[in-house]
């Protein structure tokens, strides 16, 4: 099996934790997701204080500035992805998380493949496609409402797959600039491109009333040392994906890598499933038997697609 999938299949299993514990920030009055969002961009300007530790440690990894065309484009993707953030928050406060990660990770490839295709060229052999096929079957299988033989719409489902969009947007614009500038140049400049994202979320009034006063929806100001603690740990485990990921994209295929995001499902149903039994009033997914054999179906298809690849 080559590292970076095995570097995106770990990101992605982060990618489930953090999701999981994104949903119950924002769905259980701790946060809102736009000031969740902020707070996931403004930190991000202290990987910056890592350039001159590296210069000093790690010569040859010193950071050098590009053209200005290429920074800007870095410092864009990094802005974007806090703003996906914000829209793919709002989506998993609206419904399921195991049916929302699965929502965006089918788009994430699909957009992926229809924006590298026009953009950067790229392209899949036949078994690359058999199983970019199997993922995204599989990842609508889990998370499609069936109902009496009908598929009902899920709540967020607009904002999910827009959400999915903006990520693959993201991702396109990370693999050409990696195609241009060394990783660690790109890597530090989308971070500053995050906190500049989290910044100009403080255009909006509102936005500025709702992290200046961290209320919850209840306009109660959170005091909850427990709270800040998941936070901080959810954040430390968020950055470190983003960082396997951004890796991951340097030195492999990032339509494959963004289609391995179908792994995220099985550890998103399988920690949510869990912990909906054991902290019912905190999460809250549905075990009923028809569901958990549906997700079952879905896992068989990506499973399938897993072992075209590995």
Do not use: C
Request: without cysteine.
């Amino acid at each position: 099996m080559q590292i970076w999938i095995i570097v995106a299949i770990f990101a992605h299993f982060l990618n489930a934790i953090t999701a999981i514990t994104d949903k119950h920030i924002v769905s259980n009055k701790v946060m809102k997701p736009v000031v969740y969002a902020f707070y996931s961009g403004v930190f991000q300007i202290l990987y910056l204080l890592a350039i001159p530790i590296i210069a000093i440690v790690w010569p040859e990894m010193a950071f050098h500035f590009p053209s200005w065309g290429l920074f800007g484009l870095a410092v864009f993707g990094g802005a974007l992805f806090v703003f996906t953030l914000t829209v793919f928050y709002k989506a998993i406060s609206l419904s399921e998380i195991s049916r929302v990660t699965p929502i965006v990770g089918v788009s994430v490839p699909i957009f992926t493949y229809i924006l590298s295709f026009f953009l950067l060229g790229e392209t899949l052999s036949s078994r690359q496609m058999v199983a970019f096929g199997l993922f995204v079957v599989g990842g609508f299988l889990m998370s499609a409402k069936i109902s009496r033989g009908r598929i009902t719409q899920m709540r967020g489902l607009a904002l999910a797959v827009l959400s999915g969009f903006m990520f693959a947007s993201y991702y396109v614009i990370m693999d050409f600039l990696f195609s241009q500038i060394e990783f660690f140049n790109v890597f530090m400049i989308i971070q500053f491109g995050g906190f500049l994202g989290a910044i100009l979320l403080l255009l909006s009034s509102q936005n500025r009333r709702d992290i200046s006063k961290m209320k919850d929806e209840d306009n109660d100001i959170i005091e909850n040392r427990g709270s800040a603690i998941i936070f901080i740990l959810d954040k430390a485990a968020a950055a470190l994906s983003a960082l396997l990921l951004t890796y991951a994209i340097s030195i492999g295929n990032v339509i494959i890598i963004n289609s391995l995001q179908a792994t995220q499902y099985i550890f998103t149903l399988i920690i949510a499933v869990v912990l909906s039994r054991k902290l019912p009033e905190f999460f809250h997914e549905q075990t009923e038997q028809n569901v958990v054999v549906q997700k079952s179906i879905a896992l068989i298809f990506i499973t399938f697609g897993l072992l075209l690849i590995i």
